[in-house]
Protein backbone atom coordinates (compact mmCIF):
# COMPACT_ATOMS: atom_id res chain seq x y z
CA UNK A 1 0.00 0.00 0.00
CA UNK A 2 1.03 3.80 -0.68
CA UNK A 3 2.84 5.15 2.16
CA UNK A 4 4.69 7.96 2.89
CA UNK A 5 7.52 8.07 6.02
CA UNK A 6 8.70 11.54 7.25
CA UNK A 7 12.13 11.59 8.98
CA UNK A 8 12.06 12.11 13.12
CA UNK A 9 11.76 15.39 15.33
CA UNK A 10 13.93 17.92 15.19
CA UNK A 11 15.18 20.80 17.88
CA UNK A 12 17.00 23.58 16.02
CA UNK A 13 18.09 27.02 17.08
CA UNK A 14 17.49 30.01 15.29
CA UNK A 15 18.96 30.71 11.89
CA UNK A 16 20.25 26.84 12.09
CA UNK A 17 18.92 25.24 8.46
CA UNK A 18 16.38 21.52 8.78
CA UNK A 19 16.06 19.44 6.04
CA UNK A 20 13.01 16.60 6.83
CA UNK A 21 12.73 13.60 4.23
CA UNK A 22 9.62 11.63 2.87
CA UNK A 23 9.98 8.14 1.78
CA UNK A 24 7.49 7.26 -1.06
CA UNK A 25 6.73 3.51 -0.90
CA UNK A 26 4.12 1.19 -2.74
CA UNK A 27 3.70 3.46 -5.76
CA UNK A 28 6.41 5.11 -7.74
CA UNK A 29 7.38 8.86 -6.66
CA UNK A 30 7.63 9.98 -10.36
CA UNK A 31 3.79 9.08 -10.57
CA UNK A 32 2.19 12.31 -8.47
CA UNK A 33 2.46 15.56 -7.35
CA UNK A 34 4.10 15.80 -3.95
CA UNK A 35 3.20 18.24 -1.52
CA UNK A 36 4.02 20.16 1.56
CA UNK A 37 1.72 21.33 4.22
CA UNK A 38 2.51 22.93 7.52
CA UNK A 39 0.56 23.00 10.75
CA UNK A 40 1.87 25.49 13.49
CA UNK A 41 0.41 25.55 17.12
CA UNK A 42 -2.90 26.15 17.41
CA UNK A 43 -3.25 26.82 13.51
CA UNK A 44 -4.82 25.20 10.60
CA UNK A 45 -3.13 23.45 7.63
CA UNK A 46 -1.20 25.45 5.76
CA UNK A 47 -0.35 24.65 2.17
CA UNK A 48 3.44 25.17 1.03
CA UNK A 49 3.79 23.95 -2.29
CA UNK A 50 4.53 20.70 -4.10
CA UNK A 51 7.05 19.41 -6.51
CA UNK A 52 6.64 17.86 -9.82
CA UNK A 53 8.32 14.31 -9.11
CA UNK A 54 8.79 14.06 -12.82
CA UNK A 55 11.27 16.99 -13.45
CA UNK A 56 12.02 18.41 -9.95
CA UNK A 57 10.23 21.78 -10.70
CA UNK A 58 9.36 23.41 -7.29
CA UNK A 59 6.10 25.49 -7.17
CA UNK A 60 6.34 27.54 -3.74
CA UNK A 61 3.16 29.00 -1.84
CA UNK A 62 2.99 32.70 -1.01
CA UNK A 63 4.73 33.22 2.05
CA UNK A 64 7.03 30.25 1.32
CA UNK A 65 9.69 31.02 -0.86
CA UNK A 66 13.01 32.21 -0.48
CA UNK A 67 13.81 30.17 2.74
CA UNK A 68 11.89 27.06 1.50
CA UNK A 69 13.30 24.31 -0.90
CA UNK A 70 11.70 20.97 -1.94
CA UNK A 71 14.54 18.44 -3.62
CA UNK A 72 13.95 15.05 -4.80
CA UNK A 73 16.13 12.04 -4.69
CA UNK A 74 14.66 9.68 -6.81
CA UNK A 75 17.04 6.96 -6.46
CA UNK A 76 15.55 6.33 -2.88
CA UNK A 77 12.11 7.41 -3.61
CA UNK A 78 12.00 10.13 -1.09
CA UNK A 79 11.20 14.00 -1.08
CA UNK A 80 12.83 16.39 0.76
CA UNK A 81 11.78 19.84 2.57
CA UNK A 82 14.88 22.28 3.77
CA UNK A 83 14.58 25.09 5.31
CA UNK A 84 17.05 27.50 5.82
CA UNK A 85 17.74 30.25 7.99
CA UNK A 86 14.98 28.81 10.95
CA UNK A 87 12.88 31.11 12.83
CA UNK A 88 10.62 30.67 15.76
CA UNK A 89 7.59 31.35 13.87
CA UNK A 90 8.71 27.77 11.75
CA UNK A 91 7.87 25.68 14.31
CA UNK A 92 5.16 23.58 13.18
CA UNK A 93 4.53 20.40 12.22
CA UNK A 94 5.36 19.51 8.57
CA UNK A 95 3.78 16.77 6.14
CA UNK A 96 4.47 15.43 3.08
CA UNK A 97 1.34 14.79 0.91
CA UNK A 98 1.03 13.07 -2.34
CA UNK A 99 -1.33 14.36 -4.90
CA UNK A 100 -4.21 12.11 -6.22
CA UNK A 101 -4.73 14.26 -9.05
CA UNK A 102 -2.86 13.99 -12.03
CA UNK A 103 -3.55 17.74 -13.43
CA UNK A 104 -2.42 19.26 -10.01
CA UNK A 105 -5.90 19.86 -8.28
CA UNK A 106 -4.49 19.08 -5.15
CA UNK A 107 -6.27 16.36 -3.82
CA UNK A 108 -3.66 14.86 -1.06
CA UNK A 109 -4.65 11.10 -0.79
CA UNK A 110 -1.84 10.22 1.39
CA UNK A 111 0.13 11.82 3.81
CA UNK A 112 3.13 11.14 5.96
CA UNK A 113 2.97 11.10 9.44
CA UNK A 114 4.42 14.40 10.19
CA UNK A 115 7.54 15.81 11.21
CA UNK A 116 7.21 18.25 14.28
CA UNK A 117 10.27 20.97 13.68
CA UNK A 118 11.22 23.00 16.68
CA UNK A 119 13.01 26.51 16.11
CA UNK A 120 14.13 27.41 20.13
CA UNK A 121 17.59 29.22 21.39
CA UNK B 1 -8.28 36.12 -4.83
CA UNK B 2 -9.90 35.62 -1.28
CA UNK B 3 -8.98 33.03 1.36
CA UNK B 4 -12.09 30.52 1.83
CA UNK B 5 -13.66 30.51 5.12
CA UNK B 6 -15.39 28.31 7.46
CA UNK B 7 -16.93 27.97 10.50
CA UNK B 8 -14.60 27.72 13.64
CA UNK B 9 -16.77 25.11 15.52
CA UNK B 10 -20.19 23.07 14.73
CA UNK B 11 -21.44 20.58 17.42
CA UNK B 12 -24.18 17.80 16.73
CA UNK B 13 -24.92 14.67 18.83
CA UNK B 14 -24.60 10.96 18.00
CA UNK B 15 -26.42 9.72 14.96
CA UNK B 16 -27.44 13.46 14.09
CA UNK B 17 -26.21 14.86 11.01
CA UNK B 18 -24.03 18.13 10.43
CA UNK B 19 -23.45 20.03 7.72
CA UNK B 20 -19.86 22.56 7.92
CA UNK B 21 -20.14 24.78 4.85
CA UNK B 22 -17.10 26.65 2.89
CA UNK B 23 -17.66 29.83 1.40
CA UNK B 24 -15.75 31.27 -1.61
CA UNK B 25 -16.05 33.32 -4.12
CA UNK B 26 -17.15 33.51 -8.12
CA UNK B 27 -13.46 33.17 -8.93
CA UNK B 28 -13.21 29.50 -7.09
CA UNK B 29 -15.45 27.72 -5.88
CA UNK B 30 -18.05 29.14 -7.77
CA UNK B 31 -16.37 28.36 -11.10
CA UNK B 32 -15.20 25.10 -10.57
CA UNK B 33 -15.77 21.75 -9.04
CA UNK B 34 -12.31 21.77 -7.64
CA UNK B 35 -13.30 21.22 -4.09
CA UNK B 36 -11.88 19.04 -1.35
CA UNK B 37 -12.64 18.03 2.11
CA UNK B 38 -9.79 16.62 4.96
CA UNK B 39 -10.43 15.25 8.34
CA UNK B 40 -7.84 15.63 10.73
CA UNK B 41 -7.39 13.94 14.22
CA UNK B 42 -4.98 16.14 16.32
CA UNK B 43 -1.87 14.13 16.56
CA UNK B 44 -2.24 12.21 13.00
CA UNK B 45 -2.66 12.63 9.41
CA UNK B 46 -4.56 14.66 7.79
CA UNK B 47 -7.50 12.57 6.03
CA UNK B 48 -8.83 12.93 2.16
CA UNK B 49 -12.38 12.22 2.55
CA UNK B 50 -14.16 13.89 -0.17
CA UNK B 51 -12.66 15.58 -3.98
CA UNK B 52 -14.24 16.84 -6.80
CA UNK B 53 -17.06 18.33 -4.70
CA UNK B 54 -18.83 15.05 -3.94
CA UNK B 55 -16.64 12.08 -4.73
CA UNK B 56 -14.99 9.76 -1.52
CA UNK B 57 -11.77 8.15 -1.95
CA UNK B 58 -12.27 4.42 -1.73
CA UNK B 59 -12.77 3.50 2.36
CA UNK B 60 -13.92 6.89 3.15
CA UNK B 61 -18.04 5.57 4.62
CA UNK B 62 -21.47 6.98 2.52
CA UNK B 63 -21.87 9.32 5.81
CA UNK B 64 -19.68 11.61 4.35
CA UNK B 65 -20.99 13.77 1.66
CA UNK B 66 -20.34 16.95 -0.38
CA UNK B 67 -22.46 19.50 -2.46
CA UNK B 68 -21.58 22.47 -3.60
CA UNK B 69 -24.40 25.61 -4.34
CA UNK B 70 -23.12 28.62 -5.75
CA UNK B 71 -19.99 30.00 -4.17
CA UNK B 72 -20.64 27.77 -1.24
CA UNK B 73 -19.28 24.12 -0.77
CA UNK B 74 -20.68 21.80 2.25
CA UNK B 75 -19.39 18.63 3.80
CA UNK B 76 -22.65 16.78 5.46
CA UNK B 77 -21.90 14.05 7.94
CA UNK B 78 -24.64 12.01 8.61
CA UNK B 79 -25.37 9.29 11.67
CA UNK B 80 -22.62 11.40 14.06
CA UNK B 81 -20.21 8.95 15.84
CA UNK B 82 -17.90 9.89 18.42
CA UNK B 83 -14.86 8.89 16.25
CA UNK B 84 -15.80 11.70 13.55
CA UNK B 85 -14.98 14.75 16.40
CA UNK B 86 -11.65 15.68 14.63
CA UNK B 87 -11.16 18.94 12.40
CA UNK B 88 -12.59 19.82 8.45
CA UNK B 89 -10.89 21.44 6.26
CA UNK B 90 -12.35 22.14 3.21
CA UNK B 91 -9.57 23.05 0.17
CA UNK B 92 -9.59 24.40 -3.59
CA UNK B 93 -6.01 24.68 -5.04
CA UNK B 94 -7.68 27.47 -7.05
CA UNK B 95 -8.22 29.95 -3.40
CA UNK B 96 -5.37 31.90 -2.92
CA UNK B 97 -4.63 29.74 0.64
CA UNK B 98 -5.79 26.49 -1.05
CA UNK B 99 -6.81 25.56 2.49
CA UNK B 100 -9.58 27.48 4.86
CA UNK B 101 -9.21 27.75 8.28
CA UNK B 102 -10.80 24.70 9.52
CA UNK B 103 -13.98 23.38 11.80
CA UNK B 104 -13.88 21.89 15.06
CA UNK B 105 -16.59 19.24 15.43
CA UNK B 106 -17.60 18.03 18.77
CA UNK B 107 -19.62 15.28 19.41
CA UNK B 108 -21.44 16.19 22.28
Known amino acids: QVQLVQSGSELKKPGASVKVSCKASGYTLSASAMNWVRQAPGQGLEWMGW????????MYARGFTGRFVFSLDTSVSTAYLQINSLQAEDTAVYYC??????????????WGQGTLVTVSS | QSALTQPASVSGSPGQSITIACTGTSSDIGSYNDVSWYQHHPGRAPRLIIYDVSSRPSGVPDRFSGSKSGNTASLTISGLQADDEADYYCSSYISVSVFAGGTKLTVL
Open chain 1, 51 to 58: INTKNGNP
Open chain 1, 97 to 110: ARDLSSIGQIYLDS
